[in-house]
Each structure stands twice: as C-alpha cells, then as structure tokens.
C-alpha cells in the first residue's frame, strides 16, 4: 500500500502519539507499505511554527528521513487538480493532500471528517 500523511498524521507518527492508534502505527511501521509526506506538509508546519501556532521539536525534513519517508514535491499536476475538487474543504494544504492522493493514486491517512467527505482513497485514523 502507498500511504500519503496527513500534516498531523505526520506529526503524530514522529512523536508517537497515542492519538495515531495502533492500526494506523502498524501499517506506517509496515515495510511493505510506501509512506509518502508532502512537500505541502512541511509548508504548513513551518509556517504554523513562524506564527507561534505550532511547537514542533526537532527538525521535521531529518526525522522524515530518518523514518525512510518519502519526499512527495508539489507538481504541476497537483495544483491543477485543486481546482477539480469540490468546495468541501477550505483548508489549502488539506485540498492539496487530496489532489496529491488523487493524481498519485496514494491512500490518504487522516483523522479530519472534512477529507473523508471527498473521492479519494483514505484510511480514517
């Protein structure tokens, strides 16, 4: 399986949060499963941590590395399918996770009922 993170996913992932749940810790721990992390991810961690939003020790891009992560960039194509998805969701790095999954046919993991409203591969953590 080829798994794409959700931002707090990620978050919870390197933190080993309770909050990820033992099913979803298993299939990211799974060799046999990909686990991509957006390029949008980083974008939205750092930003949040510029504001004072979000405390996030360490640094992000090395402990996705460490964990054998895959860097996923943003393409071309990606922004473009942005503009295919329905208005569901106004976040814009959660719409770009969407259009990433979609056209790289990547099964999302997320714990946000908004994404889960949108056609798209996704296992709900």
Do not use: C
């Amino acid at each position: 399986m080829q798994l794409l993170l959700d931002t707090h996913v990620l978050l919870w992932s390197l933190a080993g949060d309770d909050r990820l749940g033992d099913r979803a810790v298993d299939l990211i721990e799974d060799g046999r499963n990909v686990v991509y992390v957006s390029a949008a991810s980083i974008w939205e961690i750092s930003i949040k941590r510029s504001l004072g939003k979000l405390r996030v020790p360490g640094d992000v891009p090395t402990e996705v590395d460490a964990a054998s992560f895959i860097r996923l960039p943003i393409s071309f194509e990606h922004a473009v399918e942005v503009a295919a998805l329905p208005d569901l969701h106004a976040d814009p790095f959660d719409r770009m996770l969407i259009a990433q999954a979609r056209t790289e046919r990547l099964t999302l993991m997320t714990h946000d009922p908004l994404m889960q409203r949108y056609d798209v591969q996704l296992i709900a953590v």
